[in-house]
């Protein structure tokens, strides 16, 4: 029996002081990000979507919202998917700007494989993955979508490659609205598929 279960991240952002705002409410969607979500919508209104589920963050809930409402389901939220915690939140942390130019924040920053500055990887990997699994039971032999956010769809990637969650950011292949597919045959995982039905976008835009 195959189970499709699709990591969509949210699309982009309405963030015009550009700073890292994490689990911060009232962040939606940008004109852009809405018709990311209409265009992924589109694009797999032929699935065979059997649940749809989002992190509870604002972002999330309205990339899920199209997808729902062209499927004819509930919208269902876990908290399990949502985005990393990060000690930097609400700050402007691109390179030499913001809080990042600060001797104060340092310390943060000392230990780049735990990460020092947020969550740990591995406890982002282990709650995606029973996020992933409760997504696959809800739709077993049929198709889950769930919606989240780069850093933990890239993190529980790896994770089930196997390879180590410590990483260059630059190097993510997570666009806003792409879509990580991981198929299923009953409970054992067989492939992982890429896609970004919205187009390419810039890998280190991690707070879009």
């Excluded at 260059?168 to 409970?187: G, H, I, N, Y």
């Amino acid at each position: 029996m195959t189970t499709i279960v699709h990591l969509l991240r949210h699309g982009e952002v309405h963030n015009p002081d550009h700073i890292l705002y994490g689990r911060l409410p009232g962040f939606g969607l940008s004109e852009r990000g809405q018709r990311q979500a209409i265009t992924v919508a589109e694009a797999i209104a032929g699935h065979d979507i059997a649940h749809v589920v989002a992190s509870p963050l604002q972002r999330a809930q309205e990339t899920a919202g199209p997808i729902a409402g062209a499927h004819r389901l509930d919208l269902h939220t876990d908290d399990r998917l949502i985005e990393a915690g990060n000690r930097f939140e609400g700050k402007r942390v691109a390179v030499g700007d913001g809080a990042l130019r600060n001797p104060r924040y340092w310390p943060m920053l000392r230990d780049p494989f735990q990460p020092s500055w947020g969550e740990p990887y591995l406890d982002i990997a282990r709650r995606m993955l029973g996020a992933v699994y409760r997504a696959r039971a809800a739709a077993e032999g049929h198709e889950a979508l769930c919606v989240s956010h780069q850093l933990p769809i890239w993190t529980v990637r790896r994770f089930l490659e196997a390879k180590p969650l410590w990483h260059d950011p630059r190097k993510r292949q997570c666009s806003l609205a792409s879509l990580t597919s991981l198929v299923f045959e009953s409970e054992q995982l067989v492939e992982i598929v890429y896609s970004e039905p919205a187009g390419a976008t810039d890998p280190k835009v991690t707070g879009a």
